[in-house]
């Protein structure tokens, strides 16, 4: 049976404590709920954190706090920053890459948000893109539109990532991309035609999330996202008590599709990433 990894977005930019008190928002919080869903099964750990108010920061030494503690008690697990931009300044996106995680996400175009635009101009993916390069980050490329499939060629042609980049489609975002079957077909093939040497995944939002995974595993995805960032229920009447629920079901729902949950040293091999020494 051919591994997926299942990544945790164990925090994101917008749910809060009054939201679902499980919401991991301090760093002792985050290390804790991703040692919690690396027992679950999950091999990748996307971080964002937090002010003391909650709302979002770039503090690059929040960033390296949370991966030095993931680096301790989770043995191999991949560690990615997020250089999302929801609520923080363009300029300090990309301060956290001095710490080098093996993986950080990179959008390579702009889309609406529900109360925003979300804004990626040309000028910032190539800096945030060189940076990664220069520092040997892994791109994870967040597809929100089909042009930002051809972002990431052109960053390719360019010389700021190689041929191997990973590439998630954000599905179920309000005025953005919806959680259509069809649409997922389409960006794939898109991606295969022009990004061959790609491995990809798939990310549903909110009571999208199991819909949208169900999908990436029926077409043999490397990959599956869950976790509080992007989901804060179970069900419509019960809140998810922790990112390793959420990651537990993931697990269930890959053997359920005939896959086999990856190992950390499986999920490094799959996504072109260096063993762990």
Same mark, same amino acid.
């Given at each position: 049976m051919?591994? @997926?990894?299942?990544?945790?977005a164990?925090?994101g930019?917008?749910?809060? *404590?009054k939201? =679902?008190p499980?919401?991991?928002?301090t760093?002792a919080?985050?290390?804790?709920s991703t !040692?919690?869903a690396?027992e679950a099964?999950a091999?990748l750990?996307h971080? +964002?954190v937090?002010?003391d108010?909650?709302?979002?920061s770039?503090?690059?030494? *929040?960033?390296?706090?949370? #991966?030095e503690?993931?680096?301790q008690h989770?043995p &191999?697990?991949i @560690?990615?920053? %997020?250089?999302? &931009?929801r609520?923080?300044d363009?300029s300090a996106?990309?301060l956290?890459?001095? +710490? ?6 990179? %959008?390579t175009?702009?889309v609406?948000?529900?109360s ?5 101009h040309?000028t910032?993916?190539t800096?945030?893109?060189g940076?990664? +390069?220069?520092?040997?980050i ?5 597809i929100?539109d089909?042009?930002?499939i +051809? &972002? ?5 042609e ?5 041929a ?6 954000v599905m179920g975002v *309000?005025?953005a991309?919806?959680?259509?079957? !069809? ?6 093939a898109?991606?295969?035609?022009v990004i061959?040497?790609?491995?990809w995944?798939a990310?549903?939002i909110?009571?999208e #999330?199991?819909?949208v ?7 043999? $995805?490397?990959?599956?996202r869950?976790?509080?960032?992007d989901n804060i229920r179970?069900?419509k009447?019960?809140l $998810? $008590?922790?990112?390793a629920?959420l990651?537990?079901?993931a697990?269930?729902?890959v053997t359920? =599709?005939?896959?086999k949950?990856?190992?950390a040293?499986?999920?490094r091999?799959l996504l072109h990433?260096t063993?762990?020494a």
């Open positions: 051919n591994p @997926v990894v299942i990544a945790v164990i925090t930019s917008v749910p809060r *404590k939201d =679902n499980a919401v991991p928002t760093v919080e985050q290390i804790e !040692h919690q690396f099964g091999t750990v971080i +964002h937090r002010n108010d909650e709302s979002p770039s503090d690059p030494e *929040k960033f390296a706090a949370v #991966q503690g993931v680096r989770c &191999g697990m @560690v990615q920053f %997020s250089t999302g &931009g609520g923080r363009p996106r990309g956290s890459l001095v +710490h080098r995680p093996d993986m950080a996400s990179l %959008s175009g702009s609406n948000f529900p925003i635009v979300y804004e990626n040309a910032l993916v800096d945030l893109a940076t990664m +390069h220069r520092n040997g892994r791109p994870e490329i967040e929100f089909l042009s930002h +051809h &972002g990431a060629k052109r960053l390719i360019e010389g700021l990532m190689d191997h980049p990973h590439v998630q489609f *309000k005025n991309m919806p959680a259509d079957e !069809h649409l997922l077909d389409i960006l794939l898109e991606t295969r035609r061959p040497g790609a491995t995944t990310a549903g909110g009571r #999330q199991a819909r995974m169900g999908w990436a595993l029926a077409r043999g $995805a490397d990959a599956v869950t976790g509080l960032e179970v069900t009447d019960r $998810a $008590a922790s990112n629920e990651v537990s079901l697990a269930e729902m359920r =599709n005939n896959r949950v990856a190992t040293a499986e999920a091999a990433l063993p762990v």
